[in-house]
């Protein structure tokens, strides 16, 4: 099993910027991808960065170059570095663990902007 723990949420301003971290315990050695979803109030969640063990990024388009999603390996986190931070960026954030069987996910963070 992998223990997902986030942390990193909070309120911003519009155009502010905050990073999600995400350790992962247990084991570890099963992890393949990891990525951050989000889930706003009456929506579904929905993925927005994902990062493969080789280093491969992905993007929701609504991110694309505004967030940046990174990976230690010898921490076992990966981070997410949001900028330029939107109104509509407010939403729980997620952290997930494709693993060889199955997947994890963590708690959440909140994560809110204001105009």
């Known amino acids: 099993q992998v223990q997902l723990v986030e942390s990193g949420g909070g309120a911003v301003q519009v155009g502010g910027s905050l990073r999600l971290s995400c350790e992962a315990s247990g084991s570890i050695g099963s992890i393949n991808t990891m990525g951050w979803y989000r889930q706003a109030p009456g929506k579904q969640r929905e993925s927005v960065a994902a990062?493969?063990?080789?280093?491969?990024?992905g993007y929701a388009y609504s991110v694309k170059g505004r967030f940046t999603i990174s990976r230690d390996n010898a921490k076992s986190t990966v981070y997410l570095q949001m900028n330029s931070l939107k109104p509509d960026d407010t939403a729980v954030y997620y952290c997930?663990?494709?693993?060889?069987?199955?997947?994890?996910w963590g708690q959440g963070t909140q994560v809110t902007v204001s105009s």
């Open positions: 990062i493969t063990s080789g280093g491969s990024t």
């Open positions: 997930n663990a494709r693993l060889r069987v199955g997947e994890s």
